[in-house]
């Protein structure tokens, strides 16, 4: 055996064992790796009581899009999106308690996720950016977080694009949570890796990609990190008695909804309902489309992004 084959097999054994002893590790090194190759850059701060994880790709001279993921997702739900952004600065925060973000609560009071204090917060972290004019997209959780904010806050968001947004509630839950619901349980909730499996593949209208099992495991470690805030977040959610369709009702920002029509977690009849109570709304509901559209079809998903900015500008 010559001596580059034997330092091949050495490396090679060498990467399985750390594949093997420490798979959060190398799941990290991978995710890392892909932002970089897709041009981003991992960036923290602490913003009053909260460690902020963001995503950010451009630069400073480009008009910025704000993207905000869903429950239980990150800022990776959108960076497959960038190569067909390259003309905007990306910024694409993890929401917290989601991802790597976190807040501190004080002595006397826990943190407040509620949809509001969550576009609040959202807010604050723009500000410490210097951000305050730019393109706003959400998608589930993250549209809901994007409506609020849009309404508290319309003068500084130029178009607001909504994937799949929660909390339509002219419009029943799908069958297949109707039961768990009524039960009081939340049917989302993530605590093994059989949990993730589900979401993901009822997540997408066709087979779901291929995920690591490194990576699934890191990433059911930090949901369960969460503990009973990913309950509190799921239920103050739904039972919100400020809808999607009544807060973005009186906003005139203009807006592009797109959204599934396979859409297996949230209704999609709730898009109809939501274009037509806004003033300023814009429909797109692709065929064997499901919930995460910018990580199903991410050059589409970027496309009708980018058209619909382009008739604003």
């Known amino acids: ?172 839950p799908l069958i297949k949570f109707r039961a768990a619901l009524n039960k009081g349980d939340n049917p989302l909730k993530v605590e093994t890796i059989a949990d993730f499996e589900w979401l993901i593949n009822s997540s997408f209208s066709h087979k779901a990609p291929y995920v690591p099992a490194p990576v699934k495991k890191m990433l059911v470690k930090r949901i369960r990190a969460i503990g009973e805030a990913e309950d509190w977040i799921f239920f103050n959610m739904i039972n919100d008695t400020q809808s999607l369709e009544k807060i973005l009702a009186t906003v005139a920002t203009p807006t592009l909804i797109f959204w599934g029509e396979a859409d297996e977690i949230l209704n999609p009849a709730g898009a109809v309902i939501l274009r037509d109570q806004m003033q300023n709304a814009k429909l797109l509901m692709p065929e064997k489309t499901g919930h995460v559209p910018m990580l199903e079809y991410p050059r589409l998903a970027a496309k009708e992004l980018t058209n619909f900015i382009e008739t604003l500008v």
């Open 1 to 172: 055996m010559n001596s580059s084959l034997t330092i091949t097999l050495v490396i090679g054994l060498l990467a399985g064992l750390i594949w093997i002893l420490f798979p959060v590790f190398c799941a990290r090194l991978l995710i890392r790796a892909n932002n970089f190759r897709l041009g981003f850059k991992n960036k923290h701060a602490q913003v009053d009581n909260c460690n902020w994880h963001w995503l950010e790709s451009g630069s400073a001279e480009q008009p910025v899009i704000v993207m905000i993921h869903g429950y239980n997702g990150d800022s990776g739900n959108w960076i497959n999106m960038a190569p067909w952004l390259k003309d905007y600065r990306l910024i694409i925060p993890d929401i917290p308690p989601f991802g790597d973000s976190t807040c501190t609560a004080s002595y006397a009071n826990k943190v407040d996720y509620s949809i509001p204090a969550q576009a609040r917060r959202l807010d604050r972290f723009l500000q410490h950016l210097g951000i305050d004019k730019f393109y706003l997209a959400g998608n589930s959780m993250g549209g809901y977080i994007t409506g609020s904010y849009t309404q508290q806050f319309e003068s500084k968001v130029l178009g607001l694009i909504l994937y799949s947004p929660a909390n339509i509630t002219a419009v029943p």
